[in-house]
């Protein structure tokens, strides 16, 4: 069309070889910036990481296992688990040199159907839902000062979570530079806060305040059901250990980026989970800390006196840098899903001059925000982890496939393949665990919801019925949006 031809052979962009394709077949094309290096990739899986999990999931987990040694063990060996996955990605991300994370890996090695549910599920519900239930930690924790000896109304929660969305929405529109300046910056602040409570356990142990770890393993839960409900408490303080691979495109020498962030950040962030938990049960009680309503508040009252305030604020800081995260990848994979022709044309399309997919961003923030105004997402986020490690079971068995009949293919880092069967094993637990011990009828919802996508995906990817409207809609949208299609990274 007349709008393709102007936007993309536009000289503004056509003298940068980052931003442009050099294949004349297509025309050239508008490609986001490679603006992502070691540093950025370390605070977007740490900065993800470390949202509201660790501030309020240990009570969860202790409750689950019964007593404080065995749900140290949960917490490590869930770290265990989030490195051998990360590890797994690691490689498929030095084979598919594409963003897009589970979507990219599962297209190219499964094909176009399951590729296309997992799109469906994730941009419409899981993504949106996790960025929603984030940025709703942050307001709760942010209003709280406002409103001192009672509960926060909901309708300043709300508003203030969908402003914390449509401040991310700006920052992540104008520039992918700026989006990850705020990632470095929340990321240093959260592991500043972790710190001080670190610290201060360690202070509170030199003390000799080491009862809650006297008979540590007595009353240890064993049912297999409870000891996967503790796994999903301590895997979403872990979820993000993945963001990295939806941005491939955008980092720099992604072959060797990929790999050492991932084992930077992934062992800092269980490392420093592993302490503050020790730091939480080093200042209460097992009781106490099962009593608690958000532990990290209980702690500082305990520990800090009159600067518990500070906790207050290190949460709102974390929970708001580990949106920024949620939302920088979350939206990646709609864009990505849309070049690919899973989505509507315009969400692959990139601003002509911030080069940031911003229809994507949009379309993710406006998902976010009906999820917020609805408070319908509950029961979707408690289920979070049943659908996550649905999808990375089938990503992990993807990469086992690669490495026993693909083994030719060019690769730059090889993880040994005992890591991945470990990630599938403990994937298939997951999935399975909580259906066979407490079977739920919200889990079948899920399930029906995700092949519901088969009723879109025939008429409009299979058969590519396109209605003439969508095509006028589209143009117009380019118009409004200043926007223009893009071409993959050529890795």
Same mark, same amino acid.
């Given at each position: ?13 056509? *003298?940068? @070889? ?31 990481? &470390? ?38 990605? /690691? ?13 990219? %890996?599962?297209?190219? &090695? ?28 942050? /307001? ?89 409900? /503790? ?38 962030? *269980? ?63 709609? %864009? ?22 911003? @229809? ?17 997402? *509950? ?33 730059? %880092? ?32 899920? &399930? ?16 590519? %019925? ?18 223009? @299609? ?6």
């Amino acid at each position: 069309s007349a709008m393709r031809e102007r936007k993309t052979t536009d000289p503004l962009h056509s *003298t940068d @070889p980052l931003h442009l394709s050099t294949d004349l077949s297509e025309g050239k094309k508008l490609r986001l910036k490679q603006e992502v290096g070691l540093i950025s990739g370390v605070s977007l899986i740490a900065g993800t990481m &470390i949202g509201s999990g660790i501030f309020m999931s240990p009570e969860w987990v202790l409750h689950h296992m019964g007593n404080p040694a065995s749900s140290l063990l949960i917490w490590a060996a869930c770290g265990l688990l989030a490195m051998f996955g990360a590890l797994s990605y /690691a490689e498929l991300g030095t084979i598919i040199k594409e963003s897009g994370g589970e979507y990219i %890996y599962i297209l190219r &090695i499964f094909g176009s159907f399951p590729a296309f549910l997992f799109a469906y599920t994730s941009v419409i519900l899981v993504r949106p839902a996790g960025l929603a239930a984030v940025c709703l930690s942050f /307001a709760e924790y942010a209003i709280a000062p406002f409103y001192p000896g009672c509960s926060s109304p909901q309708v300043a929660i709300k508003c203030t979570a969908a402003a914390c969305i449509l401040i991310l929405t700006i920052i992540n529109c104008l520039n992918v530079r700026l989006a990850t300046s705020v990632m470095n910056i929340f990321t240093a602040a959260k592991l500043l806060a972790l710190l001080v409570i670190v610290v201060g356990g360690l202070v509170l142990l030199a003390k000799g305040q080491t009862q809650s770890f006297q008979n540590g393993f007595q009353g240890t839960t064993a049912g297999i059901g409870a000891v996967g409900v /503790a796994f999903y408490q301590g895997l979403w303080s872990y979820d993000g250990w993945n963001n990295l691979n939806y941005v491939t495109e955008e980092l720099k020498k992604p072959e060797v980026t990929l790999p050492r962030a991932l084992m930077i950040a992934i062992p800092l962030v *269980t490392c420093l989970y592993l302490l503050v938990n020790v730091s939480y049960l080093a200042a209460m009680t097992p009781s106490e800390l099962l009593s608690s309503g958000a532990v990290a508040v209980t702690w500082g009252d305990k520990v800090l006196g009159s600067w518990a305030w500070l906790i207050s604020l290190s949460v709102a800081l974390s929970t708001f840098g580990s949106s920024n995260g949620t939302f920088f990848s979350g939206g990646r994979v709609c %864009y990505i899903a849309a070049r690919e022709g899973h989505m509507p044309d315009v969400l692959s399309m990139a601003h002509v001059r911030c080069l940031t997919p911003s @229809p994507a961003l949009l379309f993710t923030s406006a998902m976010s925000l009906i999820m917020i105004i609805s408070g319908s997402f *509950t029961t979707i986020v408690n289920f979070f982890s049943f659908m996550a490690w649905l999808f990375y079971g089938m990503t992990i068995s993807g990469l086992l496939y690669l490495k026993i009949k693909k083994p030719e293919l060019p690769r730059s %880092y090889k993880v040994p393949i005992f890591i991945p069967i470990t990630v599938l094993v403990a994937a298939v637990y997951l999935v399975l665990a909580p259906i066979i011990d407490q079977p739920q009828i919200e889990i079948l919802y899920i &399930i029906l919801f995700i092949f519901s996508g088969i009723v879109f995906y025939f008429p409009l990817v299979h058969f590519k %019925y396109h209605p003439c409207f969508l095509q006028r809609v589209t143009l117009h949208l380019q118009l409004l949006l200043e926007v223009a @299609p893009t071409t993959r990274d050529a890795n």
